[in-house]
């Protein structure tokens, strides 16, 4: 299976600190895109980075990607209640492959 | 940014019943959409690659025939759950590539299917 693994599972944090989260992944990819999901809601999607970038920045959101580790990372800066959720990280081999979604992290921050 | 529209987001239906959601690529043509599903606090698993004007490819484990693919048309995949059972219940997901520029794939906002 391609599929990918978050790591942690569970993140619990306090409101205003930083959420780190980690996405490693076993095949090459076109690019690997994050996802958030709130409890009974459909995905958002956050960020897509491409195999050739190192870092993507979207407001509080930063994720890096090693393909040379095969592994990704989303950090959340200043963490908010609201940012409580589950994301994911999905690769994407590209062509007309399917795009993997890994297992997720429940993120919890708690105000 | 290309865009896929699924509908409906939210269906309830009686047992027995089928069921269709409707996946819609908005401004770019998609030779091929995938149908994923989502059991609670699991991850997305697929279940299909519909390819327009072909038979769907399942992924192992998925009923062929209660879960049905029609990708009549190069914008529209449709999804019918037939004969619905409550384990049927889940949330249910397409996605289509956009062939133009990178290829890259992108998501609808789901269907969540309560079957009662």
């Known amino acids: 299976s391609q599929q990918g693994e978050e790591d942690p599972q569970a993140l619990s944090i306090q409101e205003g600190e930083n959420a780190t989260m980690n996405c490693s992944y076993k095949t090459s990819i076109n690019n690997l895109q994050w996802y958030r999901q709130n409890s009974g809601r459909g995905l958002v999607h956050l960020i897509l980075i491409r195999s050739n970038e190192r870092e993507k920045h979207s407001g509080r959101l930063r994720v890096t990607l090693d393909c040379s580790k095969k592994s990704s990372c989303l950090l959340i800066t200043a963490s908010r209640a609201a940012d409580t959720a589950s994301y994911f990280c999905?690769?994407?081999?590209?062509?007309?492959?399917?795009?993997?979604f890994g297992i997720g992290t429940k993120l919890q921050v708690i105000p | 940014g290309a865009v896929v529209s699924q509908h409906p987001s939210r269906v309830i239906c009686k047992s027995g019943t089928s069921v269709k959601i409707e996946c819609r690529s908005l401004d770019f043509q998609a030779t091929t959409m995938f149908w994923y599903r989502q059991f609670p606090k699991q991850s997305l698993m697929l279940m299909a690659t519909?390819?327009?004007?072909?038979?769907?490819?399942?992924e192992q484990g998925v009923e062929k025939d209660k879960f049905l693919i029609n990708h009549a048309s190069l914008t529209l995949s449709t999804l019918t759950v037939t004969s619905a059972h409550p384990e049927d219940s889940s949330f249910y997901i397409c996605?289509?590539?956009?062939?133009?520029?990178?290829?890259?794939?992108?998501f609808g906002q789901g269907t969540r299917l309560t079957v009662v």
């Open positions: 996605s289509a590539r956009d062939p133009q520029g990178a290829f890259e794939a992108f």
């Open positions: 999905a690769t994407d081999p590209g062509g007309y492959q399917k795009v993997t």
């Open positions: 519909s390819n327009e004007g072909s038979k769907a490819t399942y």
